[in-house]
């Protein structure tokens, strides 16, 4: 039986990208604008990882921000 990929930690969309670090979707639009978190956009939607989000928010001196 083939071994499945682990599953990418990604989460897709302002809203739920929002509710994981605790803020409205309206301040996160805001800071995606200004590129104060370690997100990107693929195909017009807003995509984080999760992993990333938490070192960033950890302080994590090498999470780049796009």
């Avoid at 990604?10 to 370690?38: F, N, S």
Wanted: positive net charge.
């Amino acid at each position: 039986m083939a071994e499945q990929p682990e599953p990418l930690d990604l989460m897709w969309g302002v809203a739920r990208i929002a509710h994981a670090i605790g803020r409205t979707v309206r301040q996160t639009e805001t800071a995606l604008a200004k590129k104060e978190l370690p997100c990107r956009k693929v195909n017009g939607r807003w995509v984080a990882s999760r992993t990333r989000l938490r070192a960033y928010f950890e302080g994590g001196d090498d999470v780049e921000v796009h």
